[in-house]
């Protein structure tokens, strides 16, 4: 397994998820009630892909109103 990372935040659900992980993950839902990704994917020791903040961060998330202004202005530098 291979995890996305940027600005020291790690991104588990951008990541190389091999197929072969999916009886142990429907196991970690079904029978342990696992509901964060994060567990799951840290006991996989991945490999963590570290991706450059500059000039933008490419996971910036929107999440508020004033972060779609912030999406725009990036959009438009390129």
């Known amino acids: 397994m291979a995890v996305a990372a940027s600005g020291g935040r790690r991104h588990h659900v951008i990541a190389l998820w091999p197929v072969a992980l999916e009886a142990g993950l429907r196991r970690a839902l079904v029978e342990e009630g696992l509901r964060k990704a994060e567990t799951f994917v840290d006991r996989q020791a991945p490999a963590i892909v570290e991706w450059p903040t500059t000039p933008h961060d ?15 202005d990036m959009a438009r530098s390129g």
Request: aromatic share 14%; proline share 13%; charged share 35%.
């Open 58 to 72: 490419p996971f910036f998330n929107v999440n508020r109103p004033e972060d779609i202004a912030r999406a725009e």
